[in-house]
């Protein structure tokens, strides 16, 4: 294992051993045994952003997944995050693009720092190109309400890459939101087995118009358009793969 | 009270109550009754079961399975009924109340308002160990007070299933005022969700409960009403703080049931009179996140004691009640004719509802209720005054953040600010601030104000950056006549007139991202020690809201002499509420040895950090 990936592991058990929130001595005079008038509790929740069946025009049907879950108090958290897809009919089993462990330290009001450790590969099989990098990201709200999600990736093979998502929800009623968002991959490295040139590899843009039945199960339809750049898509086009396409999907945001 | 006792219920049946009483547990239930001090005549001073006359009392504390409001609940009970039973204690006695727990975790009860001996407060690990599950504890003060109060646990989220009641003291000697009858009206909030849900929805999603945010459609509207530019220059400004201007209470009617006395606005609890009568109504908001304005349109209200202590006549035709306050107002009904007693919440998301009549089955017409109202430049102000981040904010004005100053908020939103007066903004009274214009610095300079002032303000003065005159947000004091804490005024000085021996600030600050709430930044989990008074030193305590929420500050053990202006007479009271950006100040006698609590009294609030203890040696 890389020594980064091994530092960062290190950092994230660390994490998990302090993360407990103590209570601290207020220090007025009380028996000890009585309790604390206030106890802090760590929450924990798990969100899928999108869960959804893509039908573009001209490549595979697929099923998509964007999932995180956190643990944790108000300052520290771990995280679990996944992105990933099941393409339909090409034989194979389904892939994490990314299955992520984080642990997250409140820096800002709005923003969280992030490090830990990613896996990219096959879920349960050796059907997809694996890989494990070291992650760290800043994750918050910017100005104007827009949901962030900056990461950069060090694989083990010592490739450099980063990610940026953003969205936003604009508010059409009390229950019906139109979210657009987007999502931009550069590298700084060649990694040809996960499709990934030097630059700019891809920019994907949505939109999807949900409804919330309640906060916590909310259904949407949308649309979206992907591209790839330079020698990303000349890997995809060797591959068989289109550079450029758009489509539809159909999903639910669920919140636990 | 004598006179309160005209009408007496027909002994049959108040000897039935009183039997079920003798049994205890359940028989409020068993008889299928409401808390019953909600009787609808109003006898509280003599009625049967509702009543725990005092000075021996006893309560049972159960989890058990009641309606509200029609559905099948699952609240923490009192003596069978939830809310609790109200309690009757008269001043100069020395009261016995014995709390036996039958839940299967610890509870407590706390008697707000009351000043008494710290270890019978009933904060768990400040006053006491709390209330073991299957333990009784016995607390005994005495009772050296009278008025309106209420009591309620002071356990984790406990306050939330209903584990309150009132708490009323007669007086020993006559007081300034005089009624013929008397009804407990006690506001709270019902969810049939479990508080700790409500808790982690909070926690972890913010806006859970607002179904009143501003939309699309509302921006366009405020566009054709006053223009682009203007429009999108306001909301950009929300935008770039990340925040909503329409968030004015965490928990909604989209959870709760605002409930009177225990009944929903369906039931429409129904407190009967006699015309020509004067009523006293001790009306106590026992929510545990809920503010309420209270009206009874057709009835002029005179308010005659706010938080259990008398304060000069104020007619009124709509009081704000913030969460933990009581007031008790007179109305004198002369006509033979329903009233509706309207309860809206301060966010309009939903009302509680009673009826006045001489009948039962009588009813009222509802009033329209009003419409959610954005928050202003006043709260916007005080989030910049917090030194948050400033750089977000170019393109406003900052000589007018917090002011007063119409000139720079030209070009704002001010239809936008719903039922901001902008009038009142220019009320403020700056007499009792000698010879300093405070006018455009609310909040960000006090610290030069009073260098140059020579020192500190009179005692009883305003703080500059007070709102005293102001109702708060979604009040329209042009429609009509609306309490203000200005208006609040002792008959006499109270018996402490020392001038402050010093000055204690505290900012009160949070995270609504992630729902954080503490004093001075800090939760109480990382505080290091206790906030000391000096035994018996006068102080001052000044409390500046940074955030964008109103909060109820209840300080345990010892009153807080609001400075509202009324020099020698400022009023008493237990729960001071700060609205977003105000400074609020007020006299404390650390006549109390001991451990108090301080905190915020949105129970939510509260429980993410908003506490303190406060040592008195």
């Given at each position: 294992?890389?020594?980064?990936?091994?530092?960062?592991?290190?950092?994230a058990?660390?994490?998990?051993?302090?993360?407990?929130?103590?209570q601290?001595?207020?220090?007025?005079?009380?028996?000890?045994?009585?309790?604390?008038?206030?106890?802090?509790?760590?929450?924990a929740?798990?969100?899928?952003?999108?869960?959804?069946?893509?039908?573009?025009?001209?490549?595979?049907?697929?099923?998509?997944?964007?999932?995180?879950?956190?643990?944790?108090?108000?300052?520290?958290?771990?995280?679990?995050?996944?992105?990933?897809?099941?393409?339909?009919?090409?034989?194979?089993?389904?892939?994490?693009?990314?299955?992520?462990?984080?642990?997250?330290?409140?820096?800002?009001?709005?923003?969280?720092?992030?490090?830990?450790?990613?896996?990219?590969?096959?879920?349960?099989?050796?059907?997809?190109?694996?890989?494990?990098?070291?992650?760290?990201?800043?994750?918050?709200?910017?100005?104007?309400?827009?949901?962030?999600?900056?990461?950069?990736?060090?694989?083990?093979?010592?490739?450099?890459?980063?990610?940026?998502?953003?969205?936003?929800?604009?508010?059409?009623t009390?229950?019906?939101?139109?979210?657009p968002?987007?999502?931009?991959a550069?590298?700084?490295?060649?990694?040809?087995a996960?499709?990934?040139?030097?630059?700019?590899?891809?920019?994907?843009?949505?939109?999807?118009?949900?409804?919330?039945?309640?906060?916590?199960?909310?259904?949407?339809?949308?649309?979206?358009?992907?591209k790839?750049?330079?020698?990303?898509?000349?890997?995809?086009?060797?591959?068989?793969?289109?550079?450029?396409?758009?489509?539809?999907?159909?999903?639910?945001?669920?919140?636990? | 009270?004598?006179?309160?006792?005209?009408?007496?219920?027909?002994?049959?049946?108040?000897?039935?109550?009183?039997?079920?009483?003798?049994?205890?547990?359940?028989?409020?239930?068993?008889?299928?009754?409401?808390?019953?001090?909600?009787?609808?005549?109003?006898?509280?001073?003599?009625?049967?079961?509702?009543?725990?006359?005092g000075?021996?009392v006893?309560?049972?504390?159960?989890?058990?399975?009641?309606?509200?409001?029609?559905?099948?609940?699952?609240?923490?009970?009192?003596?069978?009924?939830?809310?609790?039973?109200?309690?009757?204690?008269?001043?100069?006695?020395?009261?016995?109340?014995?709390?036996?727990?039958?839940l299967?975790?610890?509870?407590?009860?706390?008697?707000?308002?009351?000043?008494?001996?710290?270890?019978?407060?009933g904060?768990?690990?400040?006053?006491?160990?709390?209330?073991?599950?299957?333990?009784?504890?016995t607390?005994?003060?005495?009772?050296?007070?009278?008025?309106?109060?209420?009591?309620?646990?002071?356990?984790?989220?406990?306050?939330?299933?209903?584990h309150?009641?009132?708490?009323?003291?007669?007086?020993?000697?006559?007081?300034?005022?005089?009624?013929?009858?008397?009804?407990?009206?006690?506001?709270?909030?019902?969810?049939?969700?479990?508080?700790?849900?409500?808790?982690?929805?909070?926690?972890?999603?913010?806006?859970?409960?607002?179904?009143?945010?501003?939309?699309?459609?509302?921006?366009?509207?405020?566009?054709?009403?006053?223009?682009?530019?203007?429009?999108?220059?306001?909301?950009?400004?929300?935008?770039?703080?990340r925040?909503?201007?329409?968030?004015?209470?965490?928990?909604?009617?989209s959870?709760?049931?605002?409930?009177?006395?225990?009944?929903?606005?369906?039931?429409?609890?129904?407190?009967?009179?006699?015309?020509?009568?004067?009523?006293?109504?001790?009306?106590?908001?026992?929510?545990?996140?809920?503010?309420?304005?209270?009206?009874?349109?057709?009835?002029?209200?005179?308010?005659?004691?706010?938080?259990?202590?008398?304060?000069?006549?104020?007619?009124?035709?709509?009081?704000?009640?913030?969460?933990?306050?009581?007031?008790?107002?007179?109305?004198?009904?002369?006509?033979?004719?329903?009233?509706?007693?309207?309860?809206?919440?301060?966010?309009?998301?939903?009302?509680?509802?009673?009826?006045?009549?001489?009948?039962?089955?009588m009813?009222?017409?509802?009033?329209?209720r009003?419409?959610?109202?954005?928050?202003?430049?006043?709260?916007?102000?005080?989030?910049?005054?917090?030194?948050?981040?400033?750089?977000?904010?170019?393109?406003?004005?900052?000589?007018?953040?917090?002011?007063?100053?119409?000139?720079?908020?030209?070009?704002?939103?001010?239809?936008?600010?719903?039922?901001?007066?902008?009038?009142?903004?220019?009320?403020?009274?700056?007499?009792?601030?000698?010879?300093?214009?405070?006018?455009?610095?609310?909040?960000?300079?006090?610290?030069?104000?009073?260098?140059?002032?020579?020192?500190?303000?009179?005692?009883?003065?305003?703080?500059?950056?007070?709102?005293?005159d102001?109702?708060?947000i979604?009040?329209d004091?042009?429609?009509?006549?609306?309490?203000?804490?200005?208006?609040?005024?002792?008959?006499?000085?109270?018996?402490?007139?020392?001038?402050?021996?010093?000055?204690?600030?505290?900012?009160?600050?949070?995270?609504?991202?992630?729902?954080?709430?503490?004093?001075?930044?800090?939760?109480?989990?990382?505080v290091?020690g206790?906030?000391?008074?000096?035994?018996?030193?006068?102080?001052?305590?000044?409390?500046?809201?940074?955030?964008?929420?109103?909060?109820?500050?209840?300080?345990?053990?010892?009153?807080?002499?609001?400075?509202?202006?009324?020099?020698?007479?400022?009023?008493?009271?237990?729960?001071?509420?700060?609205?977003?950006?105000?400074?609020?100040?007020?006299?404390?006698?650390?006549?109390?040895?001991?451990?108090?609590?301080?905190?915020?009294?949105?129970?939510?609030?509260?429980?993410?950090?908003?506490?303190?203890?406060?040592?008195?040696?």
């Amino acid at each position: 294992m890389n020594p980064r990936i091994s530092l960062t592991v290190a950092g994230a058990l660390l994490a998990m051993a302090t993360l407990p929130t103590a209570q601290a001595e207020d220090g007025y005079d009380a028996p000890a045994d009585w309790p604390a008038p206030m106890v802090e509790h760590n929450m924990a929740m798990a969100l899928f952003e999108r869960l959804e069946y893509a039908v573009p025009d001209k490549g595979e049907e697929a099923l998509i997944w964007d999932f995180q879950a956190w643990y944790g108090g108000d300052v520290n958290r771990l995280y679990l995050k996944s992105e990933g897809e099941s393409v339909q009919g090409d034989g194979e089993d389904a892939e994490f693009e990314s299955l992520e462990f984080l642990y997250s330290h409140l820096v800002a009001d709005f923003w969280e720092l992030q490090g830990g450790i990613g896996y990219q590969g096959g879920v349960f099989s050796d059907d997809h190109a694996e890989r494990t990098y070291a992650v760290i990201g800043l994750q918050g709200v910017m100005p104007y309400g827009i949901e962030t999600d900056l990461a950069l990736q060090v694989s083990d093979e010592g490739d450099v890459s980063a990610s940026l998502e953003g969205e936003y929800d604009l508010r059409l009623t009390q229950r019906l939101y139109l979210q657009p968002r987007t999502e931009i991959a550069v590298a700084a490295d060649e990694a040809e087995a996960f499709g990934v040139g030097e630059g700019l590899n891809s920019v994907r843009v949505g939109l999807r118009l949900r409804y919330e039945i309640t906060r916590r199960v909310a259904p949407y339809l949308g649309t979206y358009w992907e591209k790839r750049y330079g020698e990303t898509a000349d890997l995809a086009r060797a591959d068989g793969d289109r550079s450029e396409d758009t489509g539809v999907v159909a999903g639910i945001r669920l919140m636990f | 009270m004598a006179s309160s006792r005209v009408i007496t219920q027909p002994l049959s049946r108040r000897q039935l109550l009183k039997g079920g009483a003798a049994l205890g547990l359940g028989s409020a239930a068993a008889l299928g009754l409401r808390p019953s001090w909600a009787d609808p005549w109003g006898q509280t001073s003599t009625y049967a079961k509702g009543i725990e006359e005092g000075p021996e009392v006893s309560l049972a504390i159960r989890r058990e399975s009641l309606p509200i409001a029609g559905q099948e609940a699952h609240p923490i009970s009192i003596n069978g009924g939830s809310p609790g039973p109200l309690i009757r204690l008269r001043e100069g006695q020395d009261a016995v109340l014995r709390v036996t727990n039958l839940l299967d975790e610890p509870t407590s009860i706390h008697w707000h308002g009351l000043i008494l001996p710290p270890g019978m407060d009933g904060v768990p690990g400040i006053s006491f160990a709390g209330i073991a599950p299957g333990e009784t504890f016995t607390y005994r003060f005495p009772v050296r007070q009278n008025g309106t109060y209420w009591y309620h646990s002071h356990s984790g989220l406990q306050e939330q299933l209903g584990h309150a009641g009132p708490l009323i003291i007669d007086a020993a000697e006559r007081e300034p005022f005089r009624y013929d009858r008397e009804h407990v009206l006690l506001l709270t909030d019902w969810t049939f969700e479990e508080p700790m849900a409500v808790f982690r929805n909070l926690k972890t999603a913010e806006g859970y409960y607002n179904f009143q945010e501003r939309t699309v459609a509302d921006f366009f509207a405020d566009v054709r009403e006053r223009g682009f530019a203007a429009t999108a220059e306001q909301r950009g400004m929300w935008a770039r703080m990340r925040m909503s201007s329409r968030d004015i209470a965490d928990v909604t009617g989209s959870t709760y049931t605002y409930l009177i006395n225990g009944h929903s606005p369906e039931e429409n609890w129904t407190a009967l009179f006699r015309a020509g009568e004067r009523i006293r109504l001790r009306i106590i908001n026992g929510s545990a996140m809920s503010y309420f304005d209270v009206r009874i349109p057709g009835l002029r209200m005179t308010v005659v004691a706010a938080d259990g202590q008398p304060v000069q006549p104020v007619p009124v035709d709509e009081f704000r009640i913030a969460v933990a306050e009581t007031y008790d107002v007179l109305v004198a009904p002369e006509n033979d004719t329903a009233y509706t007693l309207f309860a809206e919440s301060m966010d309009r998301s939903g009302y509680a509802r009673a009826t006045l009549a001489p009948r039962e089955g009588m009813t009222a017409e509802l009033p329209e209720r009003r419409r959610i109202a954005d928050r202003g430049m006043e709260a916007m102000g005080a989030h910049g005054m917090a030194g948050m981040d400033h750089s977000t904010m170019e393109g406003m004005d900052h000589s007018g953040i917090g002011g007063m100053d119409h000139s720079t908020m030209e070009g704002m939103d001010h239809s936008g600010m719903g039922g901001m007066d902008h009038s009142s903004m220019e009320g403020m009274d700056r007499s009792n601030m000698p010879g300093m214009d405070h006018s455009n610095r609310p909040g960000i300079s006090g610290e030069q104000d009073r260098i140059a002032a020579g020192g500190m303000l009179a005692a009883g003065a305003a703080q500059p950056g007070s709102r005293y005159d102001q109702a708060g947000i979604g009040i329209d004091p042009d429609e009509r006549r609306v309490l203000v804490y200005r208006d609040l005024k002792a008959f006499t000085p109270w018996p402490d007139r020392r001038e402050p021996g010093r000055e204690l600030e505290l900012h009160l600050t949070g995270n609504m991202e992630r729902y954080m709430w503490s004093f001075d930044g800090r939760k109480f989990s990382e505080v290091s020690g206790p906030i000391h008074f000096a035994k018996d030193e006068r102080l001052r305590l000044i409390l500046i809201n940074d955030t964008m929420m109103e909060h109820p500050i209840h300080l345990h053990g010892m009153w807080m002499e609001l400075e509202n202006g009324q020099g020698e007479l400022i009023p008493r009271k237990h729960t001071l509420n700060v609205k977003p950006g105000e400074r609020v100040s007020a006299l404390i006698t650390a006549d109390a040895v001991g451990s108090w609590a301080f905190h915020c009294h949105l129970l939510y609030h509260m429980d993410a950090g908003m506490f303190r203890v406060v040592e008195v040696s």
